[in-house]
């Protein structure tokens, strides 16, 4: 299991796991499936009225054969990933995301270069180029992650499996929470939450108590919590307990 490490804009640093090879060409091969699903569908249902017009006219259908589902392909991917945050509906299901490798949130410029350069990864290339540079690199990075600074890594495991090890709770019945409110936040808040205290624990610095204040307090203002708890770690260990028990 490779994992690489990512400081935050908080200035809190979070383990992520890296997607794998396999992951990533599973979760290509998805997007890919799917998309070619709904092209073959939209040209059955709009081109089949209209073709010989098009051949009549002179309209060139190698266009629509070819050249349109590639340029569905990228405007897919970019905006599937732009939408949802790093994750197209291949990447959801299989339960990785894009991430930058600085710690902000991936914008459509880190997308739109990510998606382009699919051309040479991928289309011209059979996938060697993509398949080569993610075998090969430190952090799993194909071309357009490394124009972009980004990487893919797993989100499903950390939270559901780690937390879980970590902090072994069998039922509602033997353990009360105190926030119910911790389920507004997401898994990715959580883990986040789970990364902060871990840190802390180990790098017991200015920065990262600086970095668990803001946490807390921002925490606090979310949950519409009429106080601040005197015990900033215990209170976060306990939003923890309380989301995995709210949440199962």
């Known amino acids: 299991m490779q994992t690489i490490e ?8 979070i383990e992520y796991e890296l997607a794998s090879l396999r992951e990533r060409i599973f979760s290509f091969l998805l997007d890919f499936i799917f998309l070619l699903i709904v ?3 939209l040209v059955a249902i709009l081109f089949s009225t209209i073709e010989d017009i098009l051949i009549s006219s002179g309209f060139n259908l190698y266009f629509v054969y070819f050249y349109m589902p590639v340029f569905l392909f990228l405007l897919y991917q970019l905006a ?14 299989l339960g990785i995301k894009v991430v930058r490798l600085d710690g902000r949130e991936p914008g459509l410029t880190d997308f739109l270069l990510r998606a382009i350069l699919l051309i040479v990864d991928v289309i011209l290339t059979f996938g060697v180029v993509a398949a080569l540079l993610v075998g090969s690199t430190a952090k799993r990075q194909r071309l357009g992650d490394l124009t972009a600074n980004t ?12 937390l879980y090890d970590i902090l072994k709770i069998n039922s509602l019945e033997n353990y009360q929470p105190r926030y119910p409110e911790v389920k507004r936040l997401s898994e990715q808040d959580m883990l986040l939450i789970k990364n902060a ?7 017991q610095n200015r920065a990262h108590t600086e970095a668990i204040d803001e946490l807390v307090k921002k925490l606090v203002h979310l949950l519409a919590l009429s106080e601040r708890p005197p015990d900033k770690i215990d209170f976060l260990k306990t939003l923890i307990k309380d989301y995995i028990v709210l949440t199962r």
């Open 6 to 13: 990512i400081r935050t804009t908080q200035n809190v640093t």
């Open 39 to 41: 092209y073959y569908v």
């Open 80 to 93: 599937s990933e732009a939408l949802a945050g790093g994750q197209s509906a291949g990447k959801k299901l």
């Open 151 to 162: 990487t893919v890594v797993r989100v499903r495991s950390q939270l559901r499996f780690q």
């Open 197 to 203: 205290v871990a840190r802390h624990q180990v790098f």
